[in-house]
């Protein structure tokens, strides 16, 4: 299962991903179904920023969910999308989740201060949202490696 996700992930996002995601997602999705089969879910609380900040990591988390109902006939909620996501969104950037945590909050802070400076409301649907907060992934990512090699 986790290496039929993992292999989607990485032709979608045209990537190769970084190995240690074989184990966490594994760990996680072996949890998560127990958990399920268990009747105990987890809010995710961060379900909105994932899906509007790493919309094509979340797309991928969706098709997860189908992948994991195919091998185990569970419904996953919405929360389990978006903690693949994050899996993926890590595994991709070679993040960990507290810097996954900062970026996500950076991200939100630079689009506040655009939509309040610029007095706008962005089309979070749009092609150029998209570009714009993947350039700020980036940005954001690059900026956390370069204060790291300062310590």
Same mark, same amino acid.
């Given at each position: 299962?986790?290496?039929?996700? $993992?292999?989607?992930?990485?032709?979608? &996002?045209?990537?190769?991903? !970084? *190995?240690?995601?074989? %184990? +966490? @997602?594994?760990?996680?999705?072996?949890?998560?179904?127990?958990?399920?089969?268990?009747?105990?879910?987890?809010?995710?609380?961060?379900?909105?920023?994932?899906?509007?900040?790493?919309?094509?990591?979340?797309?991928?988390?969706?098709?997860?969910?189908? $992948?994991?109902?195919?091998?185990?006939? &569970?419904?996953?909620?919405? !929360? *389990?999308?978006?903690? %693949? +996501? @994050?899996?993926?969104?890590?595994?991709?950037?070679?993040?960990?989740?507290?810097?996954?945590?900062?970026?996500?909050?950076?991200?939100?802070?630079?689009?506040?201060?655009?939509?309040?400076?610029?007095?706008?409301?962005?089309?979070?649907?749009?092609?150029?949202?998209?570009?714009?907060?993947?350039?700020?992934?980036?940005?954001?990512?690059?900026?956390?490696?370069?204060?790291?090699?300062?310590?």
């Amino acid at each position: 299962m986790a290496n039929e996700i $993992i292999s989607y992930a990485q032709i979608s &996002l045209n990537k190769e991903l !970084d *190995e240690n995601i074989y %184990i +966490a @997602l594994t760990d996680h999705l072996n949890f998560a179904v127990k958990r399920i089969r268990q009747g105990i879910t987890l809010t995710n609380s961060m379900l909105w920023e994932i899906k509007h900040y790493y919309n094509h990591e979340y797309r991928i988390g969706k098709e997860a969910i189908g $992948i994991i109902k195919q091998y185990t006939g &569970l419904d996953m909620p919405d !929360d *389990e999308v978006g903690f %693949i +996501a @994050l899996h993926i969104l890590n595994s991709e950037l070679n993040l960990d989740m507290d810097h996954s945590r900062m970026m996500t909050k950076i991200i939100q802070d630079v689009l506040n201060i655009v939509k309040y400076h610029f007095n706008i409301v962005i089309d979070e649907e749009s092609l150029d949202y998209e570009r714009f907060v993947t350039h700020l992934k980036f940005f954001v990512q690059r900026a956390m490696k370069e204060q790291e090699s300062r310590i």
